[in-house]
Nanobody, 126 residues
Framework: QVQLVESGGGSVQAGGSLRLSCAAS????????MAWFRRPPGKEREGVTV????????YYSDSVKGRFTISRDNAANTLYLQMNSLKPEDTAMYYC???????????????????WGQGTQVTVSS
C-alpha cells in the first residue's frame, strides 16, 4: 500500500531554517504530482507548495514564496521542502500529499490528493 512519511520537523527560532522530507513507498513517485500542506494551530489546513511529476513546474502560496523551496528526487522516491527565513506564523503541522492528475493553478484543493502523510510538526519561536 502507499505510504508517505514526513520527517525533519522540529523547533527553531525565527530566521532559522529547516528541511522537511517525505519518503514515499508502495508507489512510483515520478508518476505523480506532490505537495506540501500545513495546518497552523486552530486553523484550517492550507496549501503551501506543489511540484509537477518531473519537477519542472512549481507553485507556492504567497505566504511562503521566496522563502520555501520544494524539490523532489524521484529516484529516491523522496519529496523535500527547504524552509528558510522561518517566521512564527509558519508554525504548523506539515503534511505531504500525492495526486495523480496535474491540476495546475488549482493545486491547493485538498480533494485532488489521494494519499497523505501523518505530518511533522514545525514550531518557530520569536
Amino acid at each position: 500500500q502507499v505510504q508517505l512519511v514526513e520527517s525533519g520537523g522540529g523547533s527553531v527560532q525565527a530566521g532559522g531554517s529547516l528541511r522537511l522530507s517525505c519518503a514515499a513507498s508502495g508507489v512510483t513517485m515520478g508518476s505523480y504530482f506532490m505537495a506540501w500542506f500545513r495546518r497552523p494551530p486552530g486553523k484550517e489546513r492550507e496549501g503551501v507548495t506543489v511540484i509537477s511529476p518531473g519537477g519542472a513546474t512549481t507553485y507556492y502560496s504567497d505566504s511562503v514564496k521566496g522563502r520555501f523551496t520544494i524539490s523532489r528526487d524521484n529516484a529516491a522516491n523522496t519529496l523535500y521542502l527547504q524552509m528558510n527565513s522561518l517566521k512564527p506564523e509558519d508554525t504548523a503541522m506539515y503534511y505531504c500529499a500525492l495526486g495523480s492528475k496535474w491540476p495546475g493553478s488549482t493545486w491547493y484543493i485538498e480533494g485532488l490528493y489521494r494519499y497523505w502523510g501523518q505530518g511533522t510538526q514545525v514550531t518557530v519561536s520569536s
